[in-house]
């Protein structure tokens, strides 16, 4: 089985990065400069469905969206999701017309790239910034006034299948000063679209639940959070068949 896993991942890993190569820089960056933010957008979901295209009939990696029903459609949210892969905002940015996300600032020195993410209305942060903190106030409210689907990756970065990583807490800082919904995401997307070069072959589920409890205190803000992005899944990782692939504290939590 490694054996056709590798080969389709060589295949597909060269026709996802010249597709993103090609179509980024061809298509999608010559509209920063002559089009408006709704036209940078709408190619971005062309590329986030041409991508998960690629991954189905190339890789041969499904997606299985679970709960999308949770996902309020006339008002600003903040999606607090785990992230194991690249495919992640390639998951999410189709569900929702409004998405926005908080990208660190070096990313928007990243040629091609940055411009994308300049012209899409994506938020720069400044991870060493000592009024990091100061500056989500009027994240906050753009995403009120908006209307926006706010993603947020409390562990940080992408973290591969079998490692772990303390959450961090900016979920619950801006739902503390504005109020806005947080609802936690579950995946088992790094099981298949892995963070290195070889991919397994199966179903990504992408799984949205209901709104956290509104007014906790951090601790149990917390402890809820790491139970979906973390905790639920690991579970759907064992669903999915890769119980092995988990660390082994939470292999065990996972075989009970």
């Known amino acids: 089985m490694w054996i056709i896993y590798s080969i389709r991942s060589v295949f597909f890993n060269v026709a996802y990065y010249s597709f993103a190569v090609l179509f980024l820089g061809l298509v999608t960056l010559p509209l920063c400069y002559i089009g408006s933010e709704k036209s940078v957008r709408r190619m971005v979901d062309v590329f986030c469905r041409g991508s998960r295209w690629l991954a189905r009939w190339v890789m041969g ?32 940015f189709p569900v929702h017309a409004g998405v926005t996300a908080l990208a660190k600032k070096e990313l928007f020195a990243t040629p091609i790239v940055g411009k994308i993410l300049s012209n899409m209305g994506i938020i720069r942060i400044d991870r060493q910034s000592k009024n990091a903190h100061a500056a989500m106030a009027g994240v906050g409210e753009q995403v009120v006034a908006n209307k926006n689907l706010l993603i947020i990756y409390p562990q940080g970065t992408r973290v591969p299948v079998g490692k772990t990583k303390r959450l961090k807490s900016g979920a619950y800082h801006l739902q503390a000063d504005t109020g806005l919904p947080v609802i936690p995401v579950a995946t088992n997307s790094g099981v298949f679209w892995t963070k290195g070069f070889f991919h397994r072959s199966g179903t990504a589920v992408y799984e949205v639940q209901p709104p956290m409890n509104a007014g906790l205190r951090k601790e149990a803000f917390m402890k809820q959070l790491e139970a979906i992005v973390v905790d639920r899944s690991h579970e759907l990782i064992t669903e999915a068949g890769y119980a092995n692939l988990l660390p082994a504290s939470k292999k065990a939590d996972s075989e009970q």
């Open 61 to 92: 990696i499904k997606t299985e969206y679970r709960g999308l029903e949770n996902m309020p459609k006339d008002a600003g949210f903040i999606l607090a999701s785990a992230h194991q892969s690249n495919m992640d905002p390639i998951i999410t």
